[in-house]
């Protein structure tokens, strides 16, 4: 029986092979990409290659190099990219807080411990309000 089937809202990171940033892609794909330079009669050509779970495949200038919710890398022919992905808006983490906390710092100038205040940020959405390094961007959150 043929079903409908919707693809799951996840959050990939991706990058554009534009023809020159080949130090880019290698640090953001940790490696599966790699660069083959081929002189021809009308000059120098990149040819870009992508490790995939399906193999090796080329990925032409313009194409999306995309990180899958795995840690997968693929190409992505930009008119699919622009058909199943958006860029992902900074939205408030509403259960960011900053607070206060009292703490003994050393003055090397009275040479003693004072008490003074110190600010932190936590993240009501985790247990015991451990810290969070969310910053109030929900999409860094590790807790929403």
């Known amino acids: 029986m043929i079903k409908k089937y919707k693809k799951k ?3 990939i990171e991706a990058c554009i092979w534009d023809g020159t940033n080949k130090e880019e892609l290698i640090s ?11 002189q021809r009669s009308d000059g ?7 490790k995939t779970l ?15 919710v795995n840690g997968e890398f693929y190409p992505c022919k930009p008119d699919i990219f ?26 090397p100038i ?3 411990n004072e008490y003074t205040l110190v600010s932190y940020g ?13 910053e109030g961007d929900k999409s860094k959150c590790n807790f929403y």
Do not use: W
Not at 44 to 50: D, I, M, P, W
């Open 9 to 11: 809202p996840v959050i």
């Open 28 to 38: 953001f794909s940790k490696g599966a990409v790699s660069f083959l330079q081929v």
């Open 44 to 50: 120098v050509v990149t040819h870009c290659y992508v």
């Open 54 to 68: 399906e193999g090796t495949m080329e990925a032409n200038v313009g194409d999306y190099i995309i990180c899958g």
């Open 82 to 107: 622009q058909k199943t992905y958006e860029a992902v808006k900074k939205t408030p983490c509403h259960s960011y807080r900053v607070g206060q906390r009292g703490k003994y710092i050393f003055n």
């Open 110 to 112: 009275t040479g003693k």
């Open 122 to 134: 936590f993240c009501l959405g985790t247990k015991e309000c451990e810290e969070c390094s969310c």
